[in-house]
């Protein structure tokens, strides 16, 4: 399948709702650290937002909540896939990303078959102590050579001058986290990366 080439990710439902209007079409909902009940609840108020705009909303991690809830798409980190119950996902015809880093991760995901697989950080980031620094772009060709048909997305330090380095090593999909959140004009700097991807 085809997914927009812009892929954000923010915390919180009222982010999401936020930057809809300015035509993302694909969003990433990370929710950490917060009770159930609350977690619940911004995944249903992110889901109720994304149909209404006609947006693809995955859902990191929570996936029984994704399944309790409707979600079409959730996202799992390699520690995930340890506890998700992978079969209750397809079941309920939920689709999946995974994330990757190395090559037996790389392995792993391509085991899924999943409908997306990240690979990050190509660049630096500040978002989460990661033991993997900096993967860079070579790594985006080589994943793609290996995932074929499967959206390839790269994630962790991407900036707008970085994207089309991103897609032309390989990338069909750029994701960004911190260069909206912390930028002084978030809304602007979406406008921004919705041109640059079109």
Not at 34 to 41: G, K, Q, S, V
Not at 99 to 126: C, F, N, Q
Request: charged letters at 25%.
């Amino acid at each position: 399948m085809t997914l927009p080439r812009f892929y954000p990710i923010f915390e919180t439902a009222d982010w999401i709702g936020r930057m809809l209007p300015l035509g993302v079409k694909l969003v990433q909902l990370r929710v950490k650290d917060r009770p159930d009940a609350e977690t619940r609840d911004e995944i249903r108020r992110a889901q109720a937002l994304c149909r209404a705009a006609g947006a693809l909303l995955v859902v990191n991690d929570h996936w029984q909540i994704a399944i309790d809830e409707g979600c079409d798409w959730i996202h799992l980190g390699q520690e995930d896939l340890d506890s998700a119950d992978l079969s209750a996902i397809r079941a309920a015809g939920i689709r999946l990303g995974v994330s990757t880093h190395d090559e037996a991760e790389l392995a792993r995901a391509l085991a899924l078959t999943p409908d997306y697989i990240a690979l990050g950080p190509v660049w630096p980031t500040i978002l989460k102590k990661m033991k993997w620094h900096q993967q860079g772009v070579e790594k985006l060709t080589e994943w793609k050579a290996r995932t074929g048909g499967i959206p390839l997305i790269a994630i962790g330090g991407l900036s707008i001058d970085r994207a089309p380095l991103a897609f032309a090593a390989g990338a069909d999909v750029v994701s960004a986290v911190t260069d909206i959140t912390l930028n002084p004009d978030p809304e602007a700097r979406v406008r921004d990366w919705l041109k640059a991807t079109a």
